[in-house]
């Protein structure tokens, strides 16, 4: 069969060809970019934070009429009661471990700075470097966490410090991940190097390396450094303190809800609220809920746009069967098959679904610029849009099915039959 | 007349109820979808102090100079909060009509009554001028006295909701509420008070939250008692001393403050006070580049912090895509339902109607379609807006609402927007050759 007939066909009723080119054309060059938002979203999502999530739940509380923390007898004073309640928790049946920990990877408040090989040149440091997150703890991080040590050693009791929360100072020996350590050391021999914190002048030593630890930041100003992370063997106090606790396996809804009387029990002048102990999973579902969001909300419009181009086309092709009901009669009069008019409407509908694919091929690049322009998008890559091209065609011969059935079905004693 | 067509067009869209209903549903979801879009980007960049907000200003200065940009900010912007030196310079000179320095407080307040055990509150500390600044509305009593801020008194606003919690909704003013283990005099209670975004304090609050502002107490008051913030603290450089009074010292920016500036001399004078401040900082060697100030007022600072979410305006544009495509559509479709009545056309012009008639009757019958999408674009922007809720952040689902103003334009939206798709068709429609047709037939 040659396209000549069909196109002289398609000139006669040029507007309608052009409405639902434009519909296809538009219809690609959104569901393109929608698509990319959400595989984007889900990407982030679903990227794992180098913790065992399960089994893992934090609490964070404050305590009441606490001393300041800006000098060293109050100091002690606030780290004499972290220690009584890290001793609680370790105590109860259904814990496995505890950790004291000033954030965790996706709860959004982070304690930044940068690290480097040279040494500050005055007292007072600067941020050059590399830029990592701090994460203060002890030695039952590791074990609490779930994070894999992959080289060098884990922090003992011994090279655990204390100090207050506004304190300065930089520790001894430090734990990075191996994105930092890599990134300081490229030849992948960081274990054992000397580095430099914040600019101080002391020098720092590298003692072990983990495999994966998200910062807590889960916004784009996060996406240079996301698996910079430096563990430091530190204690924090303050009139507040975080307690990452890992239950014993099957045990969390239990460990979780023995907390609360506990730290009561151990303390009763504090603050402990609904929001006090979390799951893991609560904070990682906070955390990533604008993702969710927005993939679902892009995941609607993109059904929404299918299914109105789809019975688009559908409505036009009928009215245009309708239209040409003679001619067609006319057609199998002279001898054309079933299969011919049935092919012919689909071939018409692939010339139009391709024009528009052609269209919304540049829509789609041009729309992608504007969204990369005024808000962080990434560069939309062709396979989305090659898969884009694919699935408006395939909608196009899904939806012509149906009609160009009927019109196969016209019986050729139609072309006898006055108009 | 006009009822004449509305027959004709009840009567042409019962003849083919599918193409119909594929039209209505078309209209219907578009408009919902783009509704439901803009009652969140409504909700999101709206003007949270209508009637003050070009005379409220936020003051920047350039206290980390260029030095603390760091390699990847290219503009020349100074630091959007204030360092507490800065901050205390510019109550000092007050130099505004009402202006308040600012942090944000997160102290526990302990319950009168034995058996409960103490709860967190957030809040702000702040000067007695925040509160006619902002028009905050009182319940019960008012802020506190500009000598109450001289003197550090021991007094606190607090909420309506927490006045519910402590005092069970009574008049509570003159009565003592225990802050971070300290006792404070209510001297007010603030009546509904929630402004979306927190304007006064953009660089803290992230712009939207769910919470509630529930203490409010005087900004010396709680410097003097060491109540640490609880907000965001940024450094060029670390401190050199430790602990609250080290980041007092420091360089580190913690501070929001506004300023009251009600007219044009007003800002100028300020502006220029800030840049001889700033001056005056590079004469004394505490600042070793030339003055670098802003003062925007609150619409420019919310754009210049864009508190609106990217995230907000991309949905809303693709909403408007899928309302193009629907129209685009809905086009379509009309432009075959209208050919195909070619002959009747045809018989109605040949009786004498003349071509404005033609257009009166298909723009009515576009136009029913349009409402009849309307009133389905109604209910599925109602389900739209209800839905957020559970897909959309918290604090920025709880602003998108359903309220006349967003249900009058959906159903104009609508109609409006199929009229102007059945432009066209009505047009191709008009055309139609009488002779023709009759001849044909």
């Not at chain 2, 940009?69 to 009509?97: F, I, V």
Request: charged share 15%; with cysteine; glycine share 8%.
């Amino acid at each position: 069969m040659t396209l000549h007939p069909m196109i002289a066909a398609l000139r006669r009723h040029k507007a309608g060809v052009v409405l639902i080119a434009l519909q296809i054309a538009l219809t690609l060059a959104i569901v393109c970019n929608a698509v990319f938002i959400i595989g984007q979203r889900v990407e982030r999502v679903n990227r794992p934070t180098g913790l065992d999530e399960s089994n893992l739940f934090l609490v964070s509380q404050q305590w009441v009429g606490a001393p300041s923390g800006d000098d060293p007898a109050s100091v002690e004073k606030l780290d004499s009661l972290q220690q009584a309640d890290l001793a609680a928790l370790r105590s109860l049946p259904d814990v496995a471990s505890v950790t004291p920990i000033n954030s965790l990877p996706l709860l959004n408040s982070s304690w930044n700075g940068a690290v480097d090989l040279k040494p500050g040149t005055t007292g007072q440091g600067s941020f050059n470097g590399t830029r990592t997150t701090y994460y203060f703890s002890d030695e039952q991080a590791l074990s609490t966490l779930g994070l894999h040590l992959v080289a060098g050693r884990n922090f003992t009791v011994a090279d655990v410090q204390h100090r207050g929360f506004r304190d300065q100072g930089e520790p001894s020996l430090v734990i990075l991940t191996k994105a930092l350590g890599d990134k300081l050391f490229p030849k992948g021999d960081a274990l054992g190097k000397v580095i430099f914190l914040n600019g101080a002048t002391t020098p720092t030593t590298i003692i072990g390396m983990v495999e994966r630890m998200q910062v807590p930041g889960t916004g784009s100003w996060t996406n240079s450094f996301v698996w910079n992370a430096t563990l430091v063997p530190t204690r924090l106090d303050a009139n507040f303190a975080r307690y990452a606790i890992r239950a014993k396996p099957g045990r969390l809804d239990a460990a979780m809800h023995a907390v609360t009387p506990t730290l009561y029990a151990a303390n009763p002048l504090r603050v402990l609220d609904d929001d006090s102990v979390k799951s893991f999973a609560q904070i990682r579902a906070e955390a990533y809920r604008a993702d969710v969001g927005m993939a679902i909300l892009m995941g609607v419009v993109c059904l929404i746009l299918l299914a109105v181009t789809a019975a688009g086309i559908v409505g036009l092709t009928s009215f245009w069967v309708g239209q040409r009901h003679r001619q067609i009669g006319v057609r199998r009069a002279l001898g054309a098959r079933k299969i011919d008019i049935l092919h012919y409407f689909q071939i018409e509908n692939l010339v139009i679904a391709s024009v528009g694919a052609v269209i919304g091929l540049m829509l789609a690049i041009g729309l992608n610029v504007l969204l990369m322009q005024s808000f962080e998008m990434e560069r939309l890559p062709v396979a989305y849009v090659l898969a884009g091209i694919v699935m408006v065609l395939a909608l196009g011969q899904g939806a012509v099915f149906v009609p160009a059935r009927r019109a196969s079905n016209v019986p050729p004693v139609v072309a006898t039959r006055a108009a | 007349m006009f009822n004449y067509y509305l027959e004709l067009a009840l009567r042409s869209l019962k003849r083919s109820p599918g193409l119909t209903a594929l039209m209505v549903l078309a209209i219907g979801f578009g408009v919902a979808a783009s509704m439901t879009t803009w009652s969140v980007f409504r909700a999101v960049s709206g003007d949270p102090i209508p009637w003050k907000s070009s005379k409220l200003f936020v003051p920047q200065i350039d206290m980390w100079g260029p030095k603390g940009r760091g390699p990847n900010k290219t503009d020349n912007e100074p630091p959007d909060a204030l360092d507490y030196t800065d901050a205390m310079a510019l109550m000092r000179a007050h130099r505004g009509k009402l202006q308040s320095a600012m942090y944000q407080i997160s102290p526990s307040v302990v319950p009168a009554d034995a058996g409960k055990h103490p709860i967190n509150v957030s809040g702000h500390a702040v000067y007695s001028e925040f509160f006619p600044m902002l028009d905050v509305p009182f319940l019960y009593g008012n802020g506190w006295s500009a000598d109450d801020d001289t003197q550090r008194a021991a007094v606190a606003v607090i909420s309506g909701k927490l006045n519910d919690k402590l005092f069970g909704g009574a008049n509570s003013v003159g009565r003592t509420v225990s802050i971070e283990g300290k006792d404070y005099r209510v001297v007010g209670v603030l009546g509904n008070w929630n402004p979306q975004p927190r304007f006064y304090d953009v660089v803290n609050t992230g712009g939207f939250s769910t919470g509630v502002e529930d203490v409010f107490i005087p900004f010396e008051r709680a410097i003097a008692m060491g109540i640490p913030n609880d907000g965001n603290t940024n450094c060029s450089e670390t401190p050199a001393e430790s602990g609250f009074v080290g980041l007092q010292r420091s360089s580190c920016i913690w501070i929001a403050y506004m300023v009251q500036l009600d007219d044009a001399a007003a800002v100028s004078a300020y502006r220029s006070w800030l840049d001889g401040y700033a001056k005056e900082q590079q004469t004394a060697g505490r600042f070793s580049w030339a003055p670098n100030n802003r003062l925007r007022d609150v619409p420019a600072f919310l754009d210049h912090e864009q508190v609106v979410p990217s995230d907000t305006k991309v949905s809303l544009l693709v909403a408007l895509g899928l309302l193009i495509v629907c129209l685009v559509n809905t086009a379509g479709l009309l432009l075959a339902k209208f050919l195909r009545r070619s002959s009747e056309i045809g018989v109605r012009r040949a009786l004498g109607a003349p071509r404005m008639a033609i257009y009166a009757q298909f723009l009515t019958e576009a136009g029913m379609i349009g409402l009849a999408g309307g009133v389905l674009g109604l209910l599925l922007t109602g389900v739209g807006v209800a839905s957020v809720s559970w897909v959309l952040p918290k604090d920025i689902a709880a602003l998108a609402r359903l309220d006349f103003s967003l249900l009058a334009l959906t159903l104009l939206v609508a109609v409006v927007a199929t009229t102007l798709a059945g432009l066209y068709p009505t047009f191709r429609a008009s055309r139609v050759q009488p002779a023709w047709q009759l001849k044909s037939n």
